[in-house]
């Protein structure tokens, strides 16, 4: 629109106060949503403005903004980011599309409903990826857990989704109810990603149960204040792995691991009354710590490197053990219960029990410290089951703190090896239920054969 000023004096023209030209010839109104009207001699000029919570930008930098993430969501394609300019509380579930960036600049997105999920994947079957960063979301719903954080599309069999989290808060309370971070049906997710997420729910089950899934989380602090614990590897193909992160669980086991190629690298693990770190079928904990109140450090898995310790629980439970160290109050440090478990150049203390207790099935030492500051006459450090499985004790340091106690005690009758083994503080140090078996001196390579 054009406006022709035939006047005899001289107009200015500014922009918020600032002068942009004192003597006009012309005013040519442009761009999309600019209006101009008139009232007599006076000129109105309206530049429409864009608004919204949720932003996409074009390639020139030019946002375009949206009422709601749902709005946003269906105008974004895969690639595009969409920024949150500020907190938003939601009472509908929000279906995301793959390879769309949620970029929260630091707000919270807070879902107040008491049903429903809060966000929910639906791409169907393939490998797609979900990005959230730099956001807390918050399931501030106490009435009842009937959704989740995170559900994925259990329509049809979905080869690979994954989540992918930096700097994200994730806080989940419920008086009810499972709470899982994170949920599917049938085949609906094979795997999710998190690297770091910082997440504390309440939930009476794992925060992120197997079901069907390959984890991969590291960087990440997962706490479960309720009865469960936080992760739960499925029972499907293994490789799951944890890395640099920080676990935290009343009760319920902390990481659970149920394949060999299933591993926990430099982690924490706290529990008050339940498990830090679980496995079987070999899956394995490097350099890592963990601490139970009244449970386990670790049960069942392969352990290198790692610290365990316990008041009045186990340290390590039915487990192996690689160059390990573990201490207990009075609880009892290693418990080899029920599996053929080894320990090889690891040191283990109590300061009120007996340090090893229990050793069954064969379990052997290897080139171990064992000691018990124990002084009392039961304070023995080592105490082997009736169902000793003939063990091995090689190349050991052994000490007790009352002369009464033994540094191997039999609690029945068994055959067992005991070679190049230090004892210290005992007077009887292997009581009379321990028959020594006969070892075979190699003598052509100086080696001894058990």
């Given amino acids: 629109m054009s406006t022709q000023i035939n006047i005899g004096k001289s107009i200015k023209i500014l922009d918020e106060g600032s002068t942009l030209t004192s003597d006009v010839a012309q005013i040519d109104f442009t761009g ?20 919204g919570v949720w932003g996409i930008s074009n390639a020139s930098g030019v946002y375009t903004y949206y009422a709601t993430l749902t709005l946003a969501m269906a105008a ?14 939601a009472t509908s579930v929000v279906t995301i599309k793959p390879d769309v960036i949620i970029q929260g600049n630091g707000h ?10 809060v966000f929910a994947t639906s791409a169907g079957a393939g490998i797609f990826t979900y990005y959230f960063n730099n956001l807390t979301i918050k399931r501030a719903n ?29 806080i989940y309370t419920t008086t009810t109810g499972t709470a899982s971070i994170i949920t599917t049906t049938g085949f609906g997710i094979y795997g999710w990603s998190f690297d770091g997420v910082d997440v504390i729910g309440n939930s009476s089950a794992a925060l992120f149960p197997g079901s069907f899934a390959v984890n991969n989380i590291k960087n990440s602090r997962i706490e479960n204040t309720g009865t469960g614990g936080c992760i739960s590897t499925p029972n499907f193909t293994g490789g799951c792995s944890y890395e640099n992160c920080y676990i935290k669980n009343a009760s319920g086991t902390g990481i659970f691991c149920n394949y060999p190629s299933d591993v926990i690298r430099n982690c924490t693990g706290i529990s008050s009354t339940g498990v830090a770190f679980g496995g079987q079928s070999g899956a394995s904990a490097y350099d890592c710590f963990a601490f139970s109140n009244t449970s386990a450090a ?23 053990g690689y160059n390990c160290t573990g201490r207990s109050t009075t609880g009892f440090t290693v418990r080899p219960f029920s599996g053929m478990s ?21 379990a052997s030492f ?11 006459a039961a304070g023995h450090a080592v105490s082997i089951g009736p169902s000793s499985g003939n063990p091995a004790f090689v ?4 000490q007790v703190a009352n002369t009464s106690a033994n540094c191997i005690r039999g609690t029945n009758a068994f055959t067992g090896v005991v070679t190049n083994t230090v004892f210290k503080g005992a007077t009887t140090p292997i009581n009379a239920n321990v028959t020594l078996s006969a070892v075979t001196i190699n003598t052509t390579y100086n080696n001894i054969t058990i």
């Avoid at 974004?76 to 509380?89: L, R």
């Avoid at 879902?111 to 429903?116: D, E, L």
């Avoid at 106490?142 to 808060?169: L, Q, R």
């Fill in 32 to 51: 999309s949503g600019v209006t101009a009207t008139t009232s007599g001699n006076n000129v109105t000029v309206n530049i429409t403005g864009s608004s």
């Fill in 76 to 89: 974004a394609t895969s690639g595009q980011t969409i920024e949150m300019f500020a907190d938003v509380t």
């Fill in 108 to 117: 919270t997105y807070t879902y107040s409903g008491n049903t429903g999920d």
């Fill in 142 to 170: 106490t009435a009842t857990s009937t959704g989740v954080i995170f559900s994925g599309d259990g329509t049809a069999f979905t080869t690979g989704i994954n989540f992918k989290f930096s700097s994200v808060y994730i």
């Fill in 298 to 320: 670790f049960v069942g898995l392969v352990c290198y490197n790692c610290t365990g310790q316990t008041t009045t629980g186990n340290a390590f439970y039915g487990l192996t």
């Fill in 342 to 362: 080894k320990f090889y150049n690891s040191s283990f203390y109590s300061s009120g029990n007996i340090t090893v207790y229990d050793v069954d099935y064969g």
């Fill in 366 to 376: 290897y080139n171990c410290s064992i000691i018990t500051d124990y002084n009392n």
């Fill in 395 to 398: 190349n050991n340091y052994i």
